[in-house]
């Protein structure tokens, strides 16, 4: 039983942990991760939890990239909102994926894009690479010309598998 609210974001993709987002009144938002335990498959059980990303601002919504060896968040730690990528389940540095602004973010199926949605609405994408274990990405692009309405930095848009279209509500005019 949690004393302090929290929030499932996601699973791994192998299906082997799950990343949560807890608030705690001295640290806001911090990403933790719990082992799942698959042995019945109807009723997984989740193990000890253990905080993954605690830093000084809100650090929330922690998503798995579809070979589970990277996980992106956001984070305000700097002052602005930004998309950051670390390795899974690490040791490794965070990196600042969305340079100037980025909130809930999505990952392609086709393990070579990360989209998110830039503080306005635009839909921007990294295309991303690995190499020698580094997470390497280009500089934002716009994905879309088409705004998604945002309520502070909830989900805007839902990523369809194929990775080419999204769903999102337009912004209210």
């Known amino acids: ?22 608030f705690n009144p001295e640290t806001s938002f911090d990403v933790w991760v719990a082992p799942l335990d698959l042995s019945n498959p109807e009723q997984p059980a ?30 305000d730690e700097n002052g602005l909102l930004n998309v950051y990528v670390r390795p899974f389940p690490g040791p490794g540095a965070a990196r600042n994926v969305s340079r100037d ?3 809930y973010m999505a990952w392609s199926k086709n ?12 839909i921007m994408a990294v295309d991303y690479r690995v190499s020698g274990g580094d997470f390497i990405a280009s500089p934002p692009r716009a ?7 945002q309520v502070g930095a ?20």
């Open 1 to 22: 039983e949690w004393k302090n609210p929290v929030v499932p974001r996601s699973i791994s993709p192998d299906g082997k942990y799950l990343t949560f987002d807890e």
């Open 46 to 75: 989740v193990g000890k939890p253990g905080p993954l990303v605690r830093g000084r601002g809100n650090d929330d919504f922690g998503q798995f990239s579809p070979d589970s060896k990277w996980l992106a968040y956001i984070s």
């Open 101 to 103: 602004g980025g909130t």
């Open 111 to 122: 393990g070579q894009e990360l989209l998110f949605a830039r503080l306005g609405g635009q």
């Open 143 to 149: 994905w879309s010309s088409a705004r998604i309405r």
């Open 154 to 173: 909830q989900p805007g848009f839902a990523l369809h598998p194929d990775g080419k279209r999204i769903a999102m509500f337009p912004p209210e005019e």
